[in-house]
């Protein structure tokens, strides 16, 4: 389906076609007409489907065609600072030609983005794209006008749960006029999801465009190894792989700084994110990531999810995540929209188990690359007979098989 087929404003049209969108994604598709017809959604979808911007146009459009000045027009809730950049960057693009204004509102700011933020609550601005705590802190100080409020968008609405949110999300809740559409996006739709989707939404159209697996576009590769073998094969991946952007996952922000430090030494352009970095740091890298000037970045889940870089075309996952859907959302940050990408997932001896887990939710067996013979002798993969014996023979080579809220990187202007 082609975007013009959904009655869009020119002004929208004309951000549209200027951020080069020619056919709607399944999840577009399919979001878009309910939300344009004033309806609830609920909606689960796959990471890289382009779910942003199947909110953001429908909302928009009605926007323009209701627009109300000195009122905050819609809410959008996100759990990441990382995500409320991301997506009020994709605001920047898809509404230059319009007179929307927007303003994204996250901690870890600055005095002077605190009282942008605050006058953009007083005064009203078309979009916020916000963090429960930040909002919270508004809140609290008493100032923040949410009466004229049209829209409540909740998105990766069961990462915020899972981060402890739920009470900041009931608190916000709280404030908004009761006669609002609401829009709750979610990768999963555990129990916990559908009870805050009866608590908030009216009679919704329900959607669910996959099953939360890694798009099959991704070539899958693991590597069984020794822990110690993890680096210098991580080394020779990330020579002998082409990648114009890659992005290299740990569990730990220990082993973030470990892993560049050592990249770093053997001559690698590298950079790192964790949570140690203040905001403007992250923001920095970031840019400078997405320019292509750092083209290798380590990181831990803190971008597993809402970065969303079109040029990330290599995944390597140094340790095993906690869960699947960690995982599925880690290695969905290659092979974004129509471009093809390659995850790599090191697993050591004690983590066999975990990547186990890992194939069992996938419903697959991911492929096991061969380890270079120089690396030396490499555990068998046998995950059952080590959970059930904790024992393993060696096996080198391995298992063949409008107005202007000026701000950071999140600013929107006309």
Do not use: W
Request: glycine share 8%.
């Amino acid at each position: 389906m082609r975007f013009t087929e959904f009655n869009f404003t020119p002004e929208v049209m004309e951000g549209i076609e200027a951020s080069n969108y020619e056919n709607a994604t399944p999840v577009q598709e399919q979001v878009i007409p309910p939300i344009m017809a004033g309806k609830d959604v609920i909606a689960s979808a796959q990471t890289g489907t382009g779910k942003t911007a199947a909110f953001l146009l429908p909302v928009m459009n009605r926007l323009l065609s209701n627009h109300v000045d000195g009122q905050v027009g819609a809410l959008i809730i996100v759990p990441t600072r990382e995500l409320a950049i991301q997506i009020s960057q994709h605001i920047e693009g898809l509404s230059y030609f319009t007179h929307l204004s927007s303003i994204a509102i996250y901690g870890g700011n600055d005095a002077q983005n605190f009282v942008a933020e605050k006058k953009a609550l007083q005064m009203g601005a078309d979009i916020i794209v916000c963090t429960p705590g930040r909002m919270i802190a508004h809140l609290n100080m008493g100032y923040v006008n949410m009466n004229g409020l049209q829209f409540l968008v909740l998105d990766e609405a069961d990462r915020m749960l899972d981060m402890g949110f739920q009470d900041d999300i009931n608190k916000i809740i709280k404030t908004l006029p009761a006669k609002r559409q609401n829009l709750l996006f979610s990768a999963t739709m555990p129990t916990k999801i559908r009870q805050l989707a009866r608590a908030i939404l009216h009679e919704p159209v329900e959607i669910n465009i996959a099953i939360s697996k890694p798009p099959e576009k991704i070539v899958q590769k693991a590597f069984i190894v020794y822990e110690p073998q993890k680096m210098p094969l991580l080394k020779k991946l990330l020579r002998e792989t082409p990648y114009k952007n890659a992005l290299v996952f740990c569990s730990r922000k220990q082993t973030v700084k470990e892993v560049r430090r050592e990249l770093v030494r053997a001559g690698f352009n590298i950079e790192e994110i964790h949570s140690d970095l203040e905001q403007a740091q992250r923001e920095s890298v970031l840019g400078a990531f997405a320019s292509g000037r750092i083209p290798l970045l380590v990181a831990t889940d803190i971008l597993s999810r809402g970065i969303d870089i079109d040029t990330i075309d290599l995944v390597v996952n140094y340790d095993i995540p906690g869960d699947g859907e960690d995982y599925v959302h880690r290695i969905g940050r290659t092979a974004r929209a129509e471009a093809d990408g390659v995850a790599y997932t090191l697993v050591s001896e004690k983590e066999q188990n975990k990547f186990h887990q890992i194939e069992q939710l996938l419903e697959k067996v991911v492929d096991k690359g061969a380890v270079p013979a120089e690396l030396g002798a490499v555990p068998e993969y046998n995950p059952r007979a080590r959970h059930h014996h904790g024992g393993n023979r060696d096996n080198r080579g391995g298992n063949p098989k409008k107005k202007f809220f000026k701000r950071g990187p999140g600013r929107t202007s006309r």
